[in-house]
């Protein structure tokens, strides 16, 4: 009792790459089951960090990914959850001698899902901080914070933030009991923010999906962009000092097979898409070519019709369809 990750014994491997991009969150070993299937894949690297780094890795870019993990996690199957094994480096996944974070997605047949956690006391335990990122990632200008305590993501928002970094930030609604104090302290720093439109309405009171009504506290809460993921709806991207939002659609014609990490995804390609052009709505049609490709495999891997070809066209459609600004009321 009262044990914490930081009174633990850990060891990480020596990075093998510097990133261009640093993904730093949770990850869990997950078990997959649908109704009338039973188990349908079991023990896979999963969590917000591995599928956000697996969305990144869609696109031309070195990725690291700090995490911390389990003695018992598939280290042996990481190379299923990347497009570009080569171009990712998972030393950052510092082991520690105790059990990984294990997740049991239990699917219905009408596409909705509960999560069950081993023990999900873990969620706070194994959660990175800065004293888990090996110095060489230190200096790197691009991070993304995946789903973690609020607390820590306010330490590494803090820390790049004082490098210049370019932070984006997400988070999930389970934390925000204990958290939500750090977590708003966060935005304040302005990161990037890409919540989704649950946790929007969690964390501002308003039961709205309409932007104009959220946008009192979304023009208060701190940060200078937001992007705002609706799921099948697209995303709304909000620049808080233009007073803009522009709604993006998704990739369409799917094949859809699990919809697990889409999210986070999203967030690993928009990250991505900014290093390439500096440009929110841009890197938005690049997070929805990434969760586009998500959603058409089962768990943490790279479905076996991928190829650059495909990404490049699902991304050039997407491209032609950035609409229009609309003012916010």
């Known amino acids: 009792m009262g044990l914490t990750i930081n009174n633990i014994s ?13 993904v730093v969150g949770q990850a869990t070993i997950d078990d997959i089951n649908h109704e009338g299937e039973g188990l349908v894949a079991e023990r896979i690297p999963g969590g917000d960090s591995i599928y ?24 042996e199957k990481m190379d299923l959850a990347t497009y570009r094994p080569q171009d990712t480096d998972g030393t950052g996944l510092v082991v520690y001698p105790g059990p990984s974070m294990r997740a049991r997605a239990f699917y219905t047949k009408d596409g909705s899902r509960i999560f069950k956690w081993d023990d999900f006391s873990l969620t706070t335990m194994l959660s990175p901080g800065v004293e888990d990122i090996p110095a ?20 590494l928002t803090g820390y790049f933030s004082k490098k210049d970094a370019v932070v984006s930030l997400d988070t999930e609604k389970h934390f925000f009991q204990a958290g939500q104090d750090a977590l708003i302290a966060c935005l304040k720093l302005d990161p990037i923010f890409i919540p989704n439109l649950e946790q929007v309405q969690l964390l501002s009171g308003i039961r709205s999906e309409e932007m104009d009504d959220l946008w ?22 909000i620049d808080v000092k233009e007073k803009k939002k522009w709604h993006m659609g998704v990739v369409e014609n ?15 390609g928009f990250m991505a898409g900014y290093m390439f052009t500096c440009d ?23 479905p ?26």
């Open 10 to 22: 850990k060891h990480q491997k020596l990075p093998r790459l510097k990133p261009d991009l640093l």
């Open 52 to 75: 956000a780094a697996l969305g990144a890795s869609i696109w031309p870019i070195k990725i690291g990914v700090v995490t911390i993990v389990g003695q018992d996690y598939p280290h």
């Open 136 to 155: 060489l990632w230190q200096e790197v200008r691009l991070i993304h914070l995946a789903p973690s305590d609020p607390k820590r993501q306010l330490e």
């Open 216 to 237: 009192p506290w979304i023009s208060t809460c701190g940060v200078s962009l937001a992007v705002i993921k609706c799921g099948v709806q697209g995303a709304w991207v």
């Open 254 to 268: 799917l094949n859809l097979m699990d919809e697990t990490g889409a999210g986070d995804s999203f967030c690993g």
């Open 280 to 302: 929110p709505l841009q890197a938005a049609a690049y997070g929805a070519v990434s969760a586009s490709f998500i959603v058409e495999s089962l768990g943490a891997r790279k």
């Open 304 to 329: 076996g019709h991928f190829q650059k070809k495909l990404a490049e066209q699902r991304l050039a459609e997407m491209l032609k369809k950035i609409p229009v600004p609309e003012n916010i009321d």
